[in-house]
Nanobody
Framework: QVQLVESGGGLVQAGGSLRLSCAAS????????MGWFRQAPGKERDFVAG????????YYSDSVKGRFAISRDNAKKTVYLQMNSLKPEDTAVYYC?????????????????WGQGTQVTVSS
């Protein structure tokens, strides 16, 4: 059974930082590209960051470039999202996803597995 379990979300003030983790089980983690997406209330799910199966290439959405950093530890079967300089507009449910490809896609439809999401709330 495949599971992707996100953790690390919470409430933080603007300008603060959070580190999200996504632990995978039931898949050969090193063969999957991993992505982070987010969905704010009333909005579509958006791509945030993606990382290839070997740690690269790495992609970011323009809205988070320079503030967020994605990384992975294949030995721990975990992908991370370090979020710095958080803004109220970063408030959303954050999801990790796994795609059996070398490169991480920005299209959520291409992903094979999804986590349940973790809430991130940034207060002004």
């Amino acid at each position: 059974q495949v599971q992707l379990v996100e953790s690390g979300g919470g409430l933080v003030q603007a300008g603060g930082s959070l580190r999200l983790s996504c632990a995978a089980s039931g898949i050969t983690f090193s063969t999957y590209a991993m992505g982070w997406f987010r969905q704010a209330p009333g909005k579509e799910r958006d791509f945030v960051a993606g990382i290839g199966r070997s740690g690269g290439p790495i992609y970011y959405s323009d809205s988070v470039k320079g503030r967020f950093a994605i990384s992975r530890d294949n030995a721990k079967k975990t992908v991370y999202l370090q979020m710095n300089s958080l803004k109220p507009e970063d408030t959303a449910v954050y999801y990790c996803a796994a795609d059996l490809q070398f490169h991480a896609s920005q299209n959520g439809r291409e992903y094979d597995y999804w986590g349940q999401g973790t809430q991130v709330t940034v207060s002004s």
